[in-house]
Structure formats: structure tokens, C-alpha cells
């Protein structure tokens, strides 16, 4: 199995002249050139307006996404610790997968027809996705997956979505940035949990934010999630703020935390 060749201050990231990043001759994946900044919704993600057979028969027309993403090829962001980390191939299939991914780690069981509602709540998961892909530049958007980095093709267990933001409530704790990489549906498949996943897809958007050129990276979590919070805190965000009292508690709905992280740009001299 080829692997990622290791750059002793760069954390296992693969980076050519050419900006084609290798880990293993398998699954190359595109990435747009570095553009100028463009506008983005300030925002969380807009819901998707695709028809009842799309949600619920889960009939996809993909031909036209992905068609102009990238001129670099991208094999992976990361590969440590047994994982790999790349940008997802956008065909039904593994969107599918990704929105399974996403749906079992969201998804809120109820008493009865539970099978039902999963199969419901995974339809409005892969639209959404959809949509987004449908929607957003290939560099202001981004769904990464992580899978085992062995030779032989593997399902995809773990999943993240990157997005560029424009939000004033969080530019405000990020000093000279006019925008920054919005981290969220981090996922990972419950029988892979704790063992080091999500720390490869965290590791991976760091990787994405300085292909990009981002000098922040942002993400809530709920205050009472403290597993989620130390996994954020070891991965080198620091909380910054908390949701107004008045927004939350009296009307049912979970606390959360807003937590940043500033990207440690490499010198150019470090690049392979």
C-alpha cells in the first residue's frame, strides 16, 4: 500500500509542486484551484426543496454535480492511525453512503415506526447534501470522508462538511479574517467510534483550510456534549462564546458553544 510520504513539520500531508496531494494511487478526487473570494451565505445551510420521490426513493440526478470540480487531482487529506481521509466522489452511490453515515449518527430513535422515520430522516439528509453540491463553488464547499486506508475498497465510516462562512457573530473573534471554514456534520459510524476517526477528519479540515488559504476554522457543539468538546479542545480549537440564555433554555432547545481554531500556514519552502 503506498503511503502518504511524511513531512516532519507538516503533519502527514501530501503536497506536491503541482498541488496534487498522493496517499495512494486509488480514489483521486478533484479540488478547485485557489480563487479569489467570492460571497457566501452568512448562514447555516439552506434547506433543500427536492421534490417527495427524491427524500423518499432516494432518486438522485447527479449527472451535472461534480462535472467541473476541480483541475487538481486530490488522492487524501490525511492517512494515519489506519485512516484515510479525501474529498467524497459524488455519485449516488456514495452519497448514499455519506448521508447513511450522517443519519445514523443525527438521527433521534422514537418509540414506534422507527425504521420509518430513520428511512425518512436519511432522505432529507442525502437532499440536503444534494444541494449543497448543486449550489456551492467546489472551493467553498466540501464533504470529506474517512474510510480504512488498506488496498482493498472499503465503506466509508466516518464523515465532515466544510463550508466558507461570512458570519459576523463569529468574525468578530477572528481577528483580520473577512471569512473562515465552517466545520459541521462531523459523523462517524457508531461500532468505529473512539479510535481516532474523528481525529483524522479534524486533522483533514486543517489540511483543507490552508489549501484554501483560511486562517480560522469554526464549529459549535452543544454545551453539554463534553466528549464532543474534548475532542474540539485536543484538536486545537478554544471556545469563544456560548448561545444567549434567553435562546435556548425557555424554549427547549440545547445550549451550544462556539469554538475557533487559527490555521498555522506552512512556509512554501516546506512544500514537496
Not at 445551510?45 to 447527479?62: H, I
Not at 414506534?112 to 432522505?123: K, L, S, V, Y
Not at 432529507?124 to 472551493?139: A, W
Not at 483543507?208 to 454545551?223: C, H, K, N, S, V
Request: charged share 25%; net charge neutral.
Amino acid at each position: 500500500m503506498a503511503q502518504c510520504q511524511w513531512q516532519p513539520n507538516f503533519h502527514s500531508i501530501c503536497i506536491k509542486k503541482d498541488l496534487s496531494w498522493k496517499c495512494r494511487p486509488s480514489n483521486r478526487v478533484s479540488i478547485n484551484r485557489i480563487r479569489g473570494v467570492e460571497c457566501c451565505s452568512n448562514s447555516s445551510f439552506p434547506v433543500s426543496s427536492t421534490t417527495r420521490e427524491e427524500e423518499v426513493g432516494l432518486k438522485l440526478e447527479v449527472g451535472n454535480v461534480g462535472k467541473q470540480r476541480g483541475e487538481y487531482e486530490v488522492d487524501c487529506f490525511v492517512n494515519e492511525n489506519g485512516w484515510l481521509v479525501r474529498r467524497m466522489i459524488e455519485t449516488e452511490e456514495e452519497m448514499k453512503k455519506v448521508a447513511g453515515v450522517q443519519a445514523e449518527a443525527f438521527h433521534e430513535p422514537v418509540l414506534i415506526f422507527n425504521d420509518i422515520f430513520f428511512e425518512f430522516f436519511q432522505a432529507e439528509v442525502l437532499s440536503g447534501l444534494l444541494y449543497r453540491l448543486r449550489n456551492s463553488p467546489p472551493d467553498r464547499y466540501a464533504c470529506l470522508v474517512a474510510e480504512p486506508s488498506s488496498d482493498n475498497p472499503q465503506d466509508i465510516v466516518g464523515v465532515v462538511d466544510a463550508t466558507a462562512f461570512r458570519d459576523n457573530d463569529v468574525l468578530q473573534y477572528l481577528p483580520g479574517a473577512a471569512e473562515y471554514l465552517y466545520i459541521s456534520g462531523i459523523a462517524v459510524l457508531n461500532k468505529f467510534r473512539r479510535q481516532k476517526v474523528a481525529t483524522a477528519l479534524l486533522k483533514a479540515c486543517d489540511v483543507l483550510a490552508r489549501f484554501w488559504g483560511f486562517d480560522y476554522l469554526a464549529l459549535r457543539a452543544y454545551e453539554d456534549d463534553f466528549g464532543a468538546r474534548r475532542l474540539y479542545t485536543n484538536a486545537g480549537y478554544r471556545l469563544v462564546s456560548s448561545d444567549p440564555p434567553w435562546t435556548t433554555t425557555w424554549i427547549g432547545r440545547r445550549r451550544r458553544v462556539l469554538m475557533v481554531k487559527q490555521v498555522l500556514h506552512e512556509s512554501t519552502t516546506n512544500i514537496h
